[in-house]
């Protein structure tokens, strides 16, 4: 092999820059070496080979481009593995970024989903489901049995998440915040409009009622036949309870209270038992209808 031959083949060794920066490391690591080590190795070595060898100056000349080659190659592993080191963190880096934006891409699809179920729902879903999730939005969290009908749909649909369990039968769940802000708007939208209908169903027992709520001192009564007749439009607004055939209790709502509050400027009491005024004689003039 004639000495084009050689260069060709070394040449060819050259093709991937790894090969490459492994070659300029060890021809570095020579020329570096005849520099710094090849007079410090005449200094040490000349007086211990001279005698035994007639060419010591070509021996200490090999030993020192080994030394240098193979300093340049140690020196090129230690820049490789952390160069690597860097790369693999990037790239490991960079695939976390991805997945995070898929997974933060894919939660968004699904919000988006469930939100747009919910809000198709909503005013079909029974008030067993409607109460569920205002108790969740009024408290972080609270617990349910797994098993009950409406928290089994509420979860399956996405709109209350477990957070774990407290016992076989029972879960903790909040409510999923991408409903959060419509369902609240319901709700408020559903206190105004059921305060302002409580206010104009029926004067006399809506002043009788405020009065009483607002006002330790002012007797609690209602008559017997208003309070029969517009009864589900006081329940839009109070808990009615009845402890007698003439003894109710009246409880505000949730929310109700606060606005009450906001449109007397006044406080009102949350509950206070009503007794029923029973008329023995309802003339037909009375009717309101």
């Known amino acids: 092999m004639n000495y084009i031959d050689q260069f060709i083949n070394f040449v060819s060794t050259l093709y991937t820059p790894r090969r490459a920066c492994t070659t300029l490391f060890m021809i570095c690591g020579g020329v570096l070496s005849l520099c710094i080590i090849l007079p410090l190795l005449h200094l040490w070595l000349t007086t211990a080979i001279k005698p035994i060898a007639q060419n010591y100056e070509t021996y200490i000349l090999l030993i020192s481009l080994v030394i240098g080659v193979s ?11 952390i160069v690597l080191t860097i790369y693999e963190h990037l790239i490991s880096k960079k695939k ?10 894919e ?22 489901k ?43 769940y909040q409510l999923n915040q991408t409903i959060r802000l419509y369902a ?74 606060k606005k009450f509050s906001e449109l007397h400027l006044k406080p009102f009491r949350s509950e206070r038992l009503f007794s029923i005024k029973v008329r023995e004689n309802i003339p037909d003039l009375d009717i309101p209808f």
């Open 96 to 105: 976390k970024s991805q997945s995070e934006l898929k997974a933060i891409k």
């Open 130 to 172: 409607i109460n569920i999730i205002r108790s969740l939005i009024t408290f972080p969290s609270l617990s349910f049995h797994s098993e009950h009908e409406d928290v089994k749909f509420l979860e399956k649909s996405g709109w209350i998440e477990a957070l774990t369990y407290i016992s076989d039968e029972e879960k903790v």
């Open 184 to 257: 609240d708007d319901r709700w408020n939208e559903e206190v105004n409009f059921n305060t302002d209908h409580f206010h104009s169903f029926d004067a006399e027992t809506a002043i009788s009622i405020i009065n009483a709520m607002s006002d330790v001192k002012i007797k609690a009564e209602l008559d017997e036949f208003n309070f029969s007749f517009y009864k589900s439009d006081i329940e839009k607004c109070f808990e009615v309870s009845e402890f007698t055939e003439t003894l109710y209790s009246l409880r505000f709502k949730e929310r109700y209270e």
């Open 71 to 81: 300093l340049g190659i140690v020196v090129f592993s230690i820049v490789d593995l």
């Open 107 to 128: 939660k968004n699809i699904r919000d988006e989903v469930i939100f747009s179920n919910f809000k198709t729902a909503y005013f079909h879903l029974s008030i067993d």
